[in-house]
């Protein structure tokens, strides 16, 4: 067996153990299929005595995160710090400045800052690598990077944060309202207790970007995604969906199009026909429409110990078998910079939900309002009144430019036809 | 940009002209990811005549298809011929006997001469590479390969045959027989003149044999496949176990366990909570459970020239950027021999389907049948008279041991109480 591949790892939160306990429980598969073992020679954490139920006194203790950066053994630097910056940002810049390996499940700072560091890599030919982190254990940046490399991609869209997905499909399973169930996964642990960074959309707008990146050949650009959440999606949305055929689920959603790179993280409405209708729970899944491949759907766990793990030591497997290439499948330098495409003339199918008064004229000012911008109705659906005495008032629109359905939304901010904010849901398209 | 990686393309069917649009429609993308471009220069097939909508007078002409393999510039050669010996089998081997690169679809082949022609490539560290022999476009075997390295694989299971899929979902759709759909089937194209490999489960049985190599580091062992297909399943089966909420899926399942390597193709009933319950059409899905990821799913076109020529240049691609190990994920020599692990001690639900005469002592007779054997049921299902006078009895039984029920069926052969074969289907566990 030749030379070990050695790994020096900072941050042992429970990915950090899961590493850990993953090259130790399957060592002998894994040297079987690196072609070499895969050792830990040293770590390092904020707190060194805290029980993280694995044994970590055989290896190097570091006290300064980024010192090991300048291991004299390791090869290759697992940052699994977290944070878009600070001590995560300067141990990735350090290892990438000494000619070491990185491997990453840190979607922040890859969104921030992986262009820079992806440079940093190439200039001395250097893996630098990071599948957890987009889609926890779903190998769908090498499915993108590798296995659809073959094809122009059309269309990458998702589902790829497990908290609004375990969220939805709760409120779904069980007609409960959103702080509600939010309050239980909370509880349960599946969110965190300062819930912004899943809830609004920003965890999955990093995912996005990357992805983006990776399936179009362009330059990151986390700051132009379009980004909303889940915090205005009530049970009625929900129900009315059904109804209709469809499913709401909190997508990413990017294409490169004449205009632009779109990104977008917002609830949709999903046809119950297409496969991502079907993912309930934590579950990440990554669709990616190539002009030969046709629709590929990758799926699995979004994240979690195991399965975060189990995309990081592939990574390091890929590095043993020194499978790397260009971070972004291709040299920095060839990725495109494109501007962010502009939504007005974008055509689709709208869900617009209005919460009004129950008194006479409100449908005439609503129904006036969309003729006026130009916005054709397909279906509409008026429940009666609610709990509050409030009507429940659902517009499903043809297909038509985004603009027009702003410009109607515009007309009637602050009318006395409403007693609410109106929600408004793309419907993916075909 | 460095020097193109010349290629030599034995067969111009539908799969082989893709390829070749493929590379002319993608060519600057694929330079782009590959670090080079991609160029075909020499060609074979039985026909050089044939009008094939693509412009094949550019690349050398070749009469002998064996002898691509010593053409003075590819470095790789295609092989798109099919069959599990004659011509591919000659190439195949010529090519690496040569020292050259080999890709091929050729899923036959590759089952029942894939470690022969792995061993001859690792003796000259040559690459072979098979993506679009197993699921066409779907990546799935670089994810098991690579994605899923890091774990041990308790389970691989999947739809691996898009005709069989195609016919189960329209007899689903439309309450139809199966003379009935696979007649249109063929005649849609979706189904061969003589479809015997693909319903009867042969194809699939290849996919499943590559599948199950991969997934455990276990020599590949095509010949120790359990096969069955889908010729008796009829629409009473699929309208049945939807009522007991599950869909019929032709599966390939794969597990290593204590007795062996156990590999089967058989129509299962597929419980809706699961996504292969989700998929129809002729589309492809392969589960891989591990110890670490948990489920992941590939999902995607499992045939078509499109898709399968994007498998095809993926491989290419690895190729291109020197991103390739040894076929199997391991060195072929460290690939366990396992026996073919016994059934008879599997725990498993059966779904039971009878087709019996309409008279006194029938259900008394086979219920006897089942406790003698330790059969424990756990629902039954009595449908009156059908068209022909005969009454169909379903049983889905508890989960027990195999043997048990198929010593029930040996009790029941040649009784006067079935007017028919009857029907026994697997349950997919959890």
């Known amino acids: 067996m030749t030379e070990p591949l050695r790994v020096a790892l900072a941050g042992l939160g429970t990915v950090g153990a ?45 006290d300064d995160m980024t010192q090991l950066a300048h291991h004299p053994d390791a090869e290759v630097v697992v940052e699994l710090i977290g944070g878009s910056d600070g001590p995560a940002l300067a141990l990735a810049r350090a290892t990438l400045a000494a000619g070491k390996g990185l491997v990453t499940a840190n979607k922040a700072m890859i969104a921030h800052h992986g262009l820079e560091l992806a440079e940093m890599a190439e200039k001395t030919d250097t893996p630098m690598k990071f599948e957890a982190a987009v889609a926890g254990g779903v190998p769908v940046i090498k499915g993108l990077r590798e296995g659809a490399a073959a094809n122009v991609i059309d269309r990458v869209y998702g589902i790829l944060n497990g908290t609004c997905n375990f969220i939805l499909s709760k409120m779904e399973a069980e007609g409960r309202d959103f702080d509600d169930v939010l309050a239980e996964a909370q509880a349960m642990g599946y969110a965190e207790a300062d819930p912004g960074f899943d809830i609004d959309g920003v965890d999955a707008a990093h995912k996005l970007s990357i992805l983006a990146s990776l399936a179009f050949g362009t330059q990151p650009a986390f700051g132009d995604v379009a980004v909303g959440g889940i915090r ?20 990413g959603i990017a294409d490169l199009n ?20 079907h993912v309930t729970g934590a579950t990440n899944a990554v669709v990616a429409e190539g002009n030969f491949v046709g629709r590929l759907l990758f799926q699995g766990a979004g994240a979690g110990d195991g399965p975060t793990a189990s995309a990081v030591v592939a990574d390091l497997i890929d590095i043993a078998r020194t499978e790397f290439g260009p971070p972004y499948a291709m040299p920095s330098a060839s990725l495109a910079a494109e501007p962010a495409a502009p939504t007005g003339d974008r055509r ?83």
């Open 258 to 277: 004449g205009e632009g790179l779109f990104q977008r993280v917002h609830p949709h409405l999903v046809p119950f026909a297409n496969p991502l209708a």
């Open 232 to 251: 205005d999606v009530v049970a009625a949305d929900i129900a009315e969906a059904a109804a209709l055929g469809y499913r709401v689920r909190l997508l």
């Open 348 to 430: 689709s199918r709208a869900y617009l939900r209005f919460t009004v008064p129950d008194k006479v004229g409100v449908l005439a000012e609503i129904a006036a309002a969309m003729r006026d911008a130009g916005v054709s109705i397909e279906s509409l659906i008026q429940r009666g009144a609610m709990a509050d005495g409030s009507v429940l008032l659902v517009i499903v629109t043809h297909e038509g430019p985004e603009r027009c359905v702003a410009q109607a939304l515009e007309k009637l901010r602050g009318s006395q036809s409403l007693s609410g904010e109106p929600m408004w849901m793309h419907i993916l398209g075909e």
């Open 18 to 62: 899961g590493v850990i306990r993953l090259i130790d429980a399957n060592a002998d598969l894994i040297a079987r299929r690196a072609g070499r073992p895969i050792e830990i020679v040293a770590v390092s954490a904020r707190d060194r005595s805290k029980d993280r139920g694995v044994d970590i006194t055989r290896f190097d203790w570091i």
